[in-house]
């Protein structure tokens, strides 16, 4: 029962890896089919257009660029500091950092190990 448990674990995670490779690939493929949808639309000078029943129009997004952590811990720090906070790393910093955490709990996972044979 076990062994058999052991051996779809394994090929469920195969698989998983396997689509995700492929889902890659195909997120890829819709990104330069909207780009070339995206380039042809500018070049005929219009917002959008209609095929099969659907409206295709250029939407303008705003995206935000993640800040790295280090960034966003100087950001912070500095607005502590523009708001007049003294030392504002040791006290406030880390306890916001800590108030951002959730709730920590413990679980179990199974950690599976290549074995390697000794030879005599």
Known sequence: MI??????LD???????????HNRTLRKRINELEMNIIEYL??????GAT????????????KVIPKKKKEKEQAIINMFGEI??????????????????????ETEKLKFKKLTKKKL
Not at 86 to 104: A, F, H, M, S
């Open 11 to 21: 090929k469920i995670k195969k698989e998983i890896t396997r689509n995700n490779l």
């Open 42 to 47: 500018h070049s005929k000078n219009q917002p």
């Open 51 to 62: 095929y099969n029943g659907r409206a295709i129009i250029i939407e303008k997004k705003e």
């Open 3 to 8: 062994k058999e448990s052991i051996d779809e």
């Open 84 to 105: 007049g906070i003294n030392d504002p790393l040791d006290t406030y910093y880390n306890k916001l950092v800590n108030v951002q955490k959730g709730e920590i709990f």
